[in-house]
């Protein structure tokens, strides 16, 4: 109840405006205005902020909205209360037909794409007949239920604050949730989501549609509020002002995007207002001093203004503990009489004319404890990337419980009980300790989007953030539960790696430099964690350069030199084998 307080207050405080005695009718239609744009800033904020999609073309999905009410109500009689459905079902139909291709583009291919289409729909919207061309289409019916419609901005003005209220409840569900987390863990890279089992491109879609369909809402409304439609709106220029509104607000916060929407609708009405008394009514200056105090504000706030706000507030939003005591079913353990769990046999891999793993080939047994180790460029990051099907083998084998998948993908590999860590950590920096560790328990959940939108998955988050707590627990970071994983260490966000790990419950666990960044306590009560996951039935394959840390916990050790194996064995026949102790020291050593 207490996370839920501001948005009673503010719905109430909304409510009350047109109640104001005097209030100008000219305010009221800005707050109308304020309010379209936040449903399109909301859907940015989730695509852009969120989801790290940066779209330059959410106007034309308004334009969808709003023609297709348009066209329905005016060419076929339709009551618009009825058109709602279509107009969402044909934003979303054309985000799934648009986003099947643009979310697949990466870097600066990505927002240019979005402009590319966006140029193109705006095009379209003004040369089709059946949608009035230039001229558009007007005499669009309004709003009504029964004998009230809702012709004047008053009227209407609760239809579109109700929808805001109802759009920023649903994304908050879902950024709180399996879901949300998967769509929040997309920022910083596929590799590592992919590892946990999420299927990128199903949630870039997801997210992409979901920003469409509050675009089209948005249309939908402006269609019965102006009362007519034609192009005009939905071009680049809309769309690229669309993002501002976002990023100023705070693009990676709900109620930054209904925060921006103010800020620019407001600044932009200012501006055409009075600049021209100014200026003795010379020149359309609005657009450059527009510009200016938004790179202004910008400076002030990086983040957005609303982070900004957050940051100075006397107090801090504090979230519930998750029960420990709920329960998360186990994975299915391989069989007791398992010997070999992992059989990796003359893998090889190529980029080009060079060989970074050259027909290597061991094993790691159930219960054991495996090091792999060798000079810096040896190869043992890329057997890692091999093993748990970020790269593809050029050649040869790899196998788990006798199961060849050395062309599986990243998801299925994790699916079959294999987790990981990163060399370099791969943590999202601005998600709490326990956000980022119960992505590793997200193939353990079953709820969707939509379950999430409408909290009827509950029981299932309980669960998934209990594991995570129990796993932070683990490996003794409790006390920092709640903080941002950015804030860490090194050392510890290397920690928060492993409990995410072990989120998934897996057979193998694989260890890029565990141990780097720790110090000797740390180090110890790692080992110490270790020897007790061997002991309860997990296998650890691990890469490390701290060789008392490796000789000392290891079962077995595995040397490659340049891609190529040149030992294997007990870490006392390793620390006497001359071809090791050539590879690290040289042979005058």
Same mark, same amino acid.
């Given at each position: ?5 501001p ?9 009350a405006?047109p109640?104001?005695? !005097?209030?100008?009718p ?10 379209l ?6 859907g940015?904020v ?13 106007a034309a ?8 009410t ?9 009551s618009?209360?009825l ?7 044909v934003?979303?139909l054309a ?9 697949r583009?990466?870097?600066?291919y ?6 590319a ?5 705006f095009?379209?919207f ?8 230039n ?5 669009i ?11 004047d901005?008053?009227a209407i003005?609760?239809?579109i ?6 759009a920023a ?16 863990a ?5 590799i590592?989501?992919e590892?946990f089992?999420?299927q990128?491109?199903?949630a870039k879609l997801?997210v992409f549609?979901?920003?469409?369909v ?8 402006y269609?019965?509020f102006?009362?007519?439609?034609n192009?005009?709106?939905?071009g680049a220029q809309a ?5 501002f ?5 705070g693009?990676?916060?709900?109620w ?5 929407a103010?800020?620019?609708v ?9 600049l ?6 010379q ?9 200016i105090?938004?790179?202004l ?5 990086p983040t957005?203004?609303?982070p900004?706000?957050?940051?100075r507030l006397?107090f ?6 998750p029960?420990t005591?709920?329960?998360?079913p ?6 007791a009489s398992?010997?070999?769990l ?8 190529q980029?080009?004319?060079?060989v ?5 080939s061991? !094993? ?6 495996v090091?792999l180790?060798?000079?810096n460029g ?14 593809r ?13 050395g062309h599986?993908?990243?998801q ?6 294999i987790?990981?860590t990163?060399q370099?950590v791969?943590?999202v920096? !601005? ?17 969707g989007?939509?379950?999430s ?6 029981t299932?988050e309980a669960?998934?953030l209990a594991?995570a707590?129990?796993q ?7 006390d920092?539960?709640?903080a ?16 995410r ?10 260890l890029?430099e565990p141990?780097a960044g720790l ?7 790692l ?7 061997r ?7 691990l890469v ?14 595995v040397?490659?030199?340049f891609?190529t ?12 084998n ?7 020291l040289?042979?005058?050593a």
């Amino acid at each position: 109840m207490p996370q839920r307080l501001p948005i009673i207050l503010f719905a109430l405080v909304m409510a009350a405006i047109p109640f104001i005695p !005097d209030m100008p009718p000219f305010w009221i239609v800005l707050l109308d205005n304020i309010g379209l744009s936040a449903l399109v800033a909301m859907g940015l904020v989730l695509l852009t902020g969120v989801g790290g999609l940066t779209s330059f073309g959410q106007a034309a999905f308004c334009g969808f909205g709003a023609y297709t009410t348009a066209v329905l109500t005016t060419a076929y009689g339709m009551s618009p209360w009825l058109t709602l459905p279509a107009s969402l079902l044909v934003s979303g139909l054309a985000a799934v037909l648009l986003g099947l291709v643009t979310v697949r583009l990466s870097g600066h291919y990505l927002p240019l794409g979005t402009i590319a289409w966006g140029l193109g729909l705006f095009y379209l919207f003004s040369k089709l007949e059946f949608l009035g061309r230039n001229d558009g289409i007007s005499a669009i019916p309004p709003l009504s239920i029964g004998s009230f419609k809702m012709i004047d901005p008053g009227a209407i003005y609760f239809a579109i604050w109700i929808a805001v209220l109802l759009a920023a409840l649903l994304t908050m569900n879902l950024l709180d949730s399996r879901t949300g987390r998967a769509i929040r863990a997309l920022r910083r890279g596929h590799i590592a989501a992919e590892a946990f089992g999420v299927q990128t491109p199903r949630a870039k879609l997801l997210v992409f549609i979901y920003a469409a369909v509050l675009a089209g809402l948005s249309g939908w409304l402006y269609a019965h509020f102006q009362r007519a439609t034609n192009p005009t709106p939905f071009g680049a220029q809309a769309g690229i002002e669309y993002l501002f509104v976002a990023v100023v607000g705070g693009a990676g916060y709900v109620w930054g995007g209904v925060l921006g929407a103010a800020i620019v609708v407001i600044l932009k009405e200012i501006l055409q207002s009075y600049l021209p008394y100014v200026f003795g009514g010379q020149g359309q200056l609005e657009t450059i001093v527009f510009g200016i105090l938004l790179v202004l504000l910008l400076q002030l706030a990086p983040t957005g203004v609303w982070p900004w706000l957050v940051a100075r507030l006397p107090f801090k939003p504090s979230r519930k503990r998750p029960d420990t005591s709920l329960p998360l079913p186990p994975r299915p353990k391989p069989p007791a009489s398992v010997g070999v769990l992992l059989q990796i046999d003359n893998a090889r891999k190529q980029f080009g004319g060079v060989v970074a793993v050259n027909d290597v080939s061991f !094993d790691v047994q159930a219960r054991e404890i495996v090091a792999l180790i060798g000079p810096n460029g040896a190869g043992k990051s890329t057997t890692f990337n091999l093993i748990t099907g970020v790269l593809r083998p050029t050649g040869g084998s790899i196998s788990i419980l006798g199961n060849k998948f050395g062309h599986a993908r990243p998801q299925q590999v994790a699916k079959l009980g294999i987790s990981r860590t990163f060399q370099h950590v791969k943590l999202v920096p !601005d998600m709490t300790v326990l956000e980022n560790v119960a992505i590793g328990a997200h193939l353990r959940g079953r709820a969707g989007a939509l379950a999430s939108m409408f909290r009827l998955d509950r029981t299932d988050e309980a669960r998934l953030l209990a594991e995570a707590a129990r796993q932070i627990e683990r490996v003794g970071l409790g006390d920092q539960i709640d903080a941002l994983a950015g804030s860490l260490s090194l050392g510890q966000q290397r920690i928060v790696e492993i409990a995410r790990a072990l989120c998934v419950d897996p057979m193998l666990l694989l260890l890029d430099e565990p141990a780097a960044g720790l110090r000797h306590m740390e180090k110890q009560q790692l080992a110490a964690l270790l020897r007790q996951l061997r002991d309860g039935g997990m296998s650890v394959l691990l890469v490390e350069h701290d060789m008392g840390f490796v000789m000392d916990l290891a079962d077995r050790v595995v040397v490659l030199d340049f891609g190529t194996k040149i030992a294997e064995g007990t870490p006392d026949a390793i620390k006497t084998n001359p071809e090791v102790i050539k590879a690290y020291l040289g042979a005058a050593a």
